[in-house]
């Protein structure tokens, strides 16, 4: 029997429905409007549940993205423009009184943080290595910032100069996520190569066999699926038998381990990629978030 398979573009159509789901959870929730409990809050919730799935296909096709392009420059300068229209948004929203509430991290901060920082950790100058530390340190305060306002008797000090907007949206998850599903592929391949080294000692050859290099598709997969799930546990564990604040929201983020189910039969390919989809990708972030503020912030006129 066939097995399943996924490209790209599924991945990419399931993750931009999750995303929109979610959005339209998170102006629910957050529409004054709607009282706490209330049927529109609870949908709210429900909507926010399923749209968990996004982040972890995102995180998954930037990991693919970052290993199968050939100019990884042109690929962050893309990402950065993009993350660039959404901040403009994400601005106009805070900077109107009555849209303020409508402001809030966007995850297009975690996918260029994440991608800088894997970037420049791997080039060879020094100065890029150590530059990597920035990404690194604007994700590990955005996490600090969430948990310093969920401390019990917090008072509003330094976290009022690093309004939502600014900081990274998933942070910690968002990080060990996307390491796990770039490193996975090469732990993978690691563990294929010496699989077919010993297989190829046992039959007293010396060559380890055409394509032993490169796992198959499917390991690969499954390799990045059991790291994330490990990175997704350990945060679990800690922010629900710690008694510390969860700026993560990580019993709502459980939710995302879903998404590993279309993951693993993601076969590699990128499917349909037609130039008008290419752009609709990149737009439809920021269309779709003008569209909803502006649905919303008519309710409340």
Request: charged share 15%; aromatic share 16%; hydrophobic share 50%.
């Amino acid at each position: 029997m066939k097995k399943a398979s996924l490209s790209e573009f599924w991945l990419k159509c399931f993750g931009l429905l999750f995303m929109t789901v979610d959005h339209i959870g998170v102006f629910l929730q957050g529409d004054p409007a709607f009282a706490d409990g209330s049927l529109p809050d609870t949908v709210g919730f429900w909507l926010r549940c399923v749209g968990r799935l996004a982040m972890p296909l995102f995180l998954f096709m930037l990991a693919e993205g970052m290993h199968k392009t050939h100019d990884r420059e042109n690929y962050l300068l893309r990402l950065g423009i993009l993350w660039g229209g959404v901040f403009l948004v994400e601005l106009g929203l805070y900077l109107i009184p009555s849209t303020r509430y409508l402001s809030m991290p966007q995850p297009f901060t975690d996918l260029i943080l994440c991608a800088l920082f894997v970037y420049l950790l791997e080039r060879k100058e020094w100065w890029a290595k150590a530059l990597s530390a920035l990404p690194l340190a604007w994700i590990l305060v955005s996490y600090a910032t969430g948990f310093a306002e969920g401390m019990e008797g917090y008072l509003v000090t330094w976290t009022a100069y690093f309004p939502p907007f600014l900081r990274s949206s998933y942070s910690l998850y968002a990080l060990l996520g996307f390491l796990a599903f770039y490193y996975g592929p090469k732990l993978a391949d690691w563990i294929h190569g010496k699989a077919a080294m010993l297989e190829a000692q046992e039959k007293g050859s010396e060559e380890e066999g055409e394509g032993a290099d490169k796992a198959p598709q499917r390991l690969r997969n499954m390799v990045s699926s059991l790291l994330f799930l490990v990175a997704v546990l350990v945060l679990w564990a800690i922010h629900r038998l710690a008694p510390i604040p969860d700026p993560l929201s990580m019993g709502l983020q459980t939710y995302g381990l879903l998404s590993l189910f279309l993951i693993i039969p993601y076969d590699g390919t990128r499917g349909y990629d037609k130039k008008w989809w290419r752009y609709f990708n990149y737009l439809y972030y920021p269309m779709h978030i003008a569209i909803l503020a502006l649905s919303f912030g008519l309710m409340i006129l």
